[in-house]
């Protein structure tokens, strides 16, 4: 059936880690695996991940990608890889051997950028499988326990995935009440032998400043959780830190995968039969999306400008320190909006309006709409503003202009609630330029 | 140096979260069913068919932005765009027209069930009025039913598949009998043959007739025939839900009444004045004739917008009193679409004169839009959560 063996993937392998060894990538070793398209959207649905705890999330995932890989929507992506040490990759089954060939640089290029990149740095590829399967171990324990049960541990994790990624955006570890606290003293007492009279008011404050990482702050302040609550917030927690970096980094990943796979499948010296295929597959994965971004494309296109105007030192540089709206802040020029024909639109009643086009008085607002749309830019900023008398949970929406959707606000409030033990909590956020209270 | 392996497989590793996700999606089904029956689509098919209903996704609530969150940024690759065009957002090549990514956008699972399947959705939790009290009346039936094999019987009902599988079976019998050598020929014998065997029985069947009435004179919009068709379509679903045999009668009113067939009853109008009596004589006249009430259920149901000649309001209180002891249930359905509600501040005359009579079989309902069509239909039949 298959046109490839795995003694013939070996010795591409072989070749390949060669090949991007001399251009000093630097990766974790890869294991890949064969499996064929169903176990592929199995794995897909559980983010890659070996073993991931159960949650009927990810059978509506899984049917979701099923159903439009059958009526052909979708193709399925042709890589699944992720950050451990060891990555896990996947191969699927079906694939031509150019293809297999063409997801093994593009995997180099991936383990490179989770390796290299300072968004990755607190994520803890080593232990992440194991975690994830001692996690899943445990939460079938409470699920099987005669006092807890299926329905708790689902309700309360439906709970938890609705603030899923409401943690830190970048690489920060979260500080005690108690520390920050003894902080703050040190500096009001800096300030009172200054002679100055700073407000002491703020002391009883909690928390003492905006609290972004809302599950460290419901593990310190939240009460009557029992054991096995906590660590499912614990767990979800750091989830979240192990994944927020691939949401910051989608275009620089991809981008960066998509540049290798292309310089390395050149370098191979593929004979005709692979080499145009591999052409055609390159082509369409980095083709831009009318009316869309595809991080692919513009990743791919980015890195290439940047070796063209600064040199191939600098990609290395960016794919280290960068995150994709630092990125595009630094690196995209009118040029470059204009060659990628980016535009504006907002959506009326029944027609699109083309609000700005990428030329010399556009392309500005162009570039920060863009950037308002990267990385984990999509994602409300939502911080704990104060603990309220009668233990009222205060949330508050950092608005940038961009509204919240009330309708879904309002049921995340009501599933922070559930974890609010007075279950009263408040979301203060502005709809239209009025202050308005959920 | 990689290493290369077969995927360990996990038996379906996805099973029992998708097992979960569909009990959810059921869930919602039973919950969200009543929104969907009084849209135009599933309005007069027949039961068999199959009707292809949107069920709302499982949601799984973020934060996100709103649809008043500016506008995006996209690429028109090999496009000539100028600021100020306009692009249609029905077809598939323009800008944003693909998914919109994480943003909540609503999402849809279309479920294919039939409209027998639905109504066993609908009235799952609803009772027939009198079903427990007094149970169906059932008529009798002479029925012809098959009753198994027997060994004697007419030619014609030899059966011949049965009576070779005993052949067969007496012919390995013969088989381990080693004196029997020659089984070449083994010939049918009398014993082998099977004859299918019919009897006579009794059946019991229930019937039911209802009676559609609908004022169809000038005050008597498109919106209120509308509201009177999903509800009178309704009903019917539930009651031939329940009833073996349901016969449908339709009488449409005015000043006058007249007996048609389902689409006149839907499609007529006329501008004349309102005399409800001239219904409900013509309903008492067809019971009596064509459904005993001794050997039907009867059920009837009348939309009307109350209107009534003044004077007319005594005649149907007597004519009312006369049919309703052999009514199962009669139910008066006052449509008032919102958009007229100022007009109808006060309770019409036929409200007032149907009032004092309501009881457990005659009950009375309002409605003004399409999720009332659900909420009167569960004032007449269910029960315990009926409030007059």
Redesign the interface.
Known sequence: MSDWNLEQLKKWDDTIVKLAKSHDLDWYPINYEVCDYYEMIGNMSYHGMPSHYNHWSFGKSFERTHQMYNLGVEGLPYELIINSDPSIAYLMRENPLYLQVLIMCHCVGHSDFFKNNRMFSNTRPESIVSGMRNAKKRIQGYVESPHIGIKKVESFLDSLHAIQFHVYRHPKEYVSHKEKKAELLEEINRKISKGESPDLEQLNKIPLDHEQDLFSFLLEHGKGFEDWEIDLIEIVKREAYYFMPQIQTKIMNEGWASYWHYKLMHELDLPQNLHLPFLKSHNQVVQPHVGRINPYNMGFYLFNKIEERCGIDEIFVARSVGHDEAFIRQYLTQEDCEELNLFTFSTKKDHYLIDDVSDEEGWKSVKNLLVNQVGANTIPKIYVESIDEGDILVLHHEHDGRDLELDYAEKVVNHVSKLWKSGLVKLMTVVEDEPFEI | ??????????A???S?????????IDRAIKEGIHNIVAEESIIGKDGKKKIRIPVR???????????????????????N??????????QS??????QA????GEEYYEVEITLDELSDYLFYDLELPDLIKKSIKKLEAEKIKRKGYRNAGIRPRLDKKETVKRMLRRKNIAKRDVSKEDLEEFPFDDRDLRYRYFKNSTSYSSNAVIFFIMDISGSMSTGKKYLARSFFFLLYHFIRSRYENTELVFIAHDAKAYECSEEQFFQRGSSGGTIVSSALEMMEDIMMKRYHPENWNVYAFQCSDGDNWPSDNENVDKLLQNIRPHCQLFGYCEIEPSDEQLKWSDETSLWTCMKVMADSNLKLAKVSNKTDVWEAFNHFFGGKLADV
């Open positions: 140096m990689s290493i290369f392996k077969e995927h360990k497989t996990i379906d590793r996805s029992s979260d998708r097992r979960r996700h569909r009990d959810k996704g499982i949601k799984e609530y973020k934060f996100v932005y709103g649809d008043n969150s500016g506008g995006k940024a996209g690429a028109a690759p090999g496009k765009i100028k600021r100020g065009d306009r692009f249609s957002n029905q090549s323009q800008p944003g027209s693909g990514g994480d943003e909540g």
